[in-house]
């Protein structure tokens, strides 16, 4: 499966930005999705995760409540709505695709989409 990422930007802090990555290629709703960022200097990290189906979601604590992770399987996308974004959050975001049903590590994700520069101003 191919990963296309868009939707990244400036936003300043508390504002909202969604992310969408297009799929193509093999049958999209079969593979779990994630989001994964990495900062200048840090290690990459997933901020959310999510089953085939879309019945199951994964947030870390850094996240959870402000970000939101969603799939459309007939439109082949998996979005993620970032709200009350914070200057911490400023990253590259990178869509991935597991053919397990979810994956929490990077190393459980073979698909990789390029990344989408996200930047929050103070």
């Known amino acids: 499966v191919q990963l296309q990422a868009s939707g990244g930007g400036l936003v300043q802090a508390g504002g909202s930005l969604r992310l969408s990555c297009a799929a193509s290629g093999r049958t999209f709703s079969s593979y779990g999705m994630a989001w994964f960022r990495q900062a200048p200097g840090k290690e990459r990290e997933i901020v959310a995760a999510?089953?085939?189906?879309?019945?199951?979601?994964y947030y870390p604590d850094s996240v959870k409540g402000r970000f939101t992770i969603s799939r459309d399987n007939a439109e082949n996308t998996v979005y993620l709505q970032m709200n009350s974004l914070k200057p911490e959050d400023t990253a590259v975001y990178s869509c991935?695709?597991?053919?397990?049903?979810?994956?929490?590590?990077?190393?459980?994700?073979?698909?990789w989409g390029q990344g989408t520069q996200v930047t929050v101003s103070s």
């Open positions: 999510i089953d085939w189906r879309g019945l199951r979601t």
């Open positions: 991935a695709a597991t053919d397990q049903p979810i994956g929490l590590s990077d190393r459980q994700y073979d698909n």
